[in-house]
């Protein structure tokens, strides 16, 4: 270690560095951007710590965070290689242990490791804003370094648990409510730590070990709360032993912290812990695009072209973002529709305490208008059109679109499927077309493909990431396809549910195995929700088109014919009435019939076999959809189904899971299946070529 002049800083490292004032020693943590507890900072700190408390002459430490943060947790990054000395738990011990007091000044997202190191401080300040938590559950692991022994020594057995098993962070009030920090103190990180440690000098502020607090027997909490987990939280494995741990902080502190590591090693190995942890890095590696360096262009007002279903959230979604909107339809009566679903979505929005009322009335007097003429638009910087999935009303909008936008407008279109290069060939300006598809419900749902034609110009595709980052969205690039990522790869996988359906599974025990799996609903309980009707129209529009040796299965079309489009018009797959939700007998006998006509005799299919045969197919296209390029890497398409169709998080996504599964048995799989029908299971020749050994989908992520 370098010494350092009485006043100035001693560098321990490259992120760790020590300033001694007096009697008052501070050390900085520097490692941008979030702090993460990496090794050089855990080889720093303890450094650090151990040559402060040799000093006679250093009477107390405190400890703070350079930039936006203090410690935000482990580094993420570390996991799963061979650990380096020293280990989180040990340095905690070691901060813990300090003879001289070590005061910990928290800012930023102090979070997972960094609470850890925080808690094992002798006494904890935070400043105003500051966020605490321990998400360590949300990436499949527990808080390893000591967080579920500390926590309920200083917070009570009840509300670490819901820290610790919720994930969610606390604001800082909170965490003084419950003892996690001893105050809240407003300046920079290192004046409050340098103020702090003077305090504890001058004896004004106590300081203490968390060790030597006992934690007060809680049987009924822990009860409560497995109970709670049984029922909410039944497929995943970390919530579960993030009880286990708390209950063993009934120890003393060196028989729980061995307890907790024994758990902690458990979830490391779970495969669930490689799934949430590649979903976390999912959601930000979808950012990294080609056109990443172009600069977006400035956008303030948006048009929206239709008010239904879609325009109404996109409008509600851009509001609430602080966008000023002009949503246009057809006639008053389309306007008045869309501004009341506006109207209760900004509702709704209030009541989840998302938005103020006065908040509300602001944005609907003074940020929406509304017109029934697309020349409304001249002065929109972004238009999106939302109207019927119709190309040659969507043709017309965009013709007009291009006599009546201003120069540089971004022209988007949120269509579900139809092929944006001849939308954007509707127009003079083929640059400034993009395909914007948002989900639905669109102020809620998280992603947003952004659709990519062939002339769409670089700073508009950087423009429509842009946007989703306002939107509070996870954007993924998307080529043009039918359906894109998503919905392409979604209508094929459906018509591996149709196919077992016909050949004598029940739509409910298909949803029953694929809610099992861990979506959150399964086909036929999402056809329901999003309307039959709007597959019906698709099925009529490929009809033309359908190869002949495509195997069809009419049943949803037949069910449509009757009028029933699912929740919307009371049956569907299932009735939904006042007495809950139950099969449609109505529809089950719709499909006999069909197996009739067919000559299909039913059979049974196990839980397993709807699983392996659904993931199956969904591995199968989006295989293709990598191929030929649509998605840019397999981790675009795990963003797209983990947050726009409820894959299982813990799964980390199709293409994770293909890995998990292994290529060589997925394409067993498909040449097994493809004995029954050879036309629709075909494997990739990328899918053979990973399973002849050429490497995996993890792999090509990092290419
Ligand atoms: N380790 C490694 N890298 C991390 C990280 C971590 N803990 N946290 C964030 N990063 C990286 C991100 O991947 C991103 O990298 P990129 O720029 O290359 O994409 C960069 O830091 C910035 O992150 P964000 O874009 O997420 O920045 P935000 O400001 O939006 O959010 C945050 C900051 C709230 C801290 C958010 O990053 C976050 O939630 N991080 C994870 C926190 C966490 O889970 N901590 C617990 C870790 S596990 C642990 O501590 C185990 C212990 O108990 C032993
Ligand atoms: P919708 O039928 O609820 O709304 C369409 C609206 O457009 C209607 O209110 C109609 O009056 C209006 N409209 C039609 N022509 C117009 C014109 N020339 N000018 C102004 N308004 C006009 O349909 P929905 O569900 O909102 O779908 C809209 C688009 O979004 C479609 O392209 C659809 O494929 C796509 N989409 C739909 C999703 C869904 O879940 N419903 C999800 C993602 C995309």
Known sequence: MQSGSERGGTAINDVVSIERQGPLALIALDNPPVN????????GLWQAIEALQAEPDTRVIALYGKGRTFIAGADIREFGKPPKDPWLPDLCNFIEDCETPVVCV?????????????????????????????????????????????????????????????????????????????????????????????????????TRRTRDIAVEPDAEAFEAMRAKLKKTQPLLFSPHKCVDAVAASQLPLSEGLK??????????????????????????????????????????????????????????????AGFSVTMTERDQAGLDRGTATIGKNLEGAVKRG?????????????????????????????????????????????????????????????????????????????????????FSPAHIMRLMEVVVAEKTSADAVATGFALAKKLKKIAVRSGVCDGFIGNRIMTFYKKAADYMMMDGASPEEIDRAITGFGFAMGPYQVADLAGLDISWAANKRRAATRPA???????????????????????????????????????????????????????????????????????????????????????????????????????GGPMHTADQIGAAELVRRIETYAQEDSYYWQVPVLLRKLAEGSGTFAEMNES
């Open 106 to 206: 928290l800012h930023g997202t102090t979070l997972g490791g960094g609470l850890e190191v925080a808690l094992a401080s002798h006494l904890r300040v935070a400043l105003p804003g500051t966020r605490v938590g321990l998400p360590e559950v949300t990436l499949g692991i527990l808080p390893g370094a000591g967080g579920t022994q500390r926590a309920p020594r200083l917070a009570g057995v009840s509300a670490a648990l819901d820290l610790i098993t919720s994930g969610k962070p606390l604001a800082v009030e909170k965490a003084l409510e419950h003892g996690l920090i001893d105050r809240i103190e407003d300046g920079l990180p290192r004046d409050v730590a340098l103020r702090a440690a003077q305090a504890v000098l001058d004896g004004h502020d106590r």
């Open 549 to 651: 040796e495509e195997r069809y299965i009419p049943i949803a079309d037949e069910i449509c014919e009757k009028g029933w489009f699912g929740r919307k018009t009371g049956q569907g797959f299932y009735v939904y009435d006042a007495d809950g939700t139950r099969p449609n007998p109505e529809a089950l006998a719709i499909i006999d019939e069909e197996r009739a006509r067919a000559g299909v005799t039913p059979r049974t299919f196990s839980g397993d076999e709807i699983v392996s045969r659904f993931v199956t197919a969904m591995i199968l296209e989006a295989t293709r959809v990598l191929e030929e390029g649509i998605a840019l890497r397999p981790v675009d398409i795990d963003a797209v189904f983990l947050f726009g169709y409820g894959f299982p998080r813990f799964r």
């Open 354 to 438: 998302k938005l103020s009322t006065e908040g509300r009335d602001e944005i609907l007097s003074a940020k929406l208008s509304t017109a029934t003429e697309l020349d409304a638009l001249a002065d929109a910087d972004l238009i999106i059109e939302a109207v019927f999935e119709d190309m040659d009303v969507k043709k017309d909008i965009f013709g007009t679109l291009d006599k009546i936008a201003k120069p540089g407008a971004v022209l988007a279109s949120n269509t579900s499927y139809l092929d944006v290069n001849e939308i954007a060939a509707a127009t003079g300006r083929p640059e400034d077309v993009i395909g914007l598809h948002f």
């Open 259 to 320: 307890e907790e590591r024994r758990l902690f090693n458990e979830c490391m190995d779970s495969p669930q812990r490689a799934g949430l942890i590649h979903a976390f890095f999912a959601e930000r590696a979808v950012a990294k695009i080609p056109e990443a360096s172009a600069k977006p262009r400035d956008i303030q007002n948006i048009g929206v072209i239709g008010g239904g279903t879609m325009g109404s959230g996109i409008a509600t979604a851009a509001l609430l």
């Open 36 to 43: 993460a507890a990496s090794h050089a900072v855990r080889s």
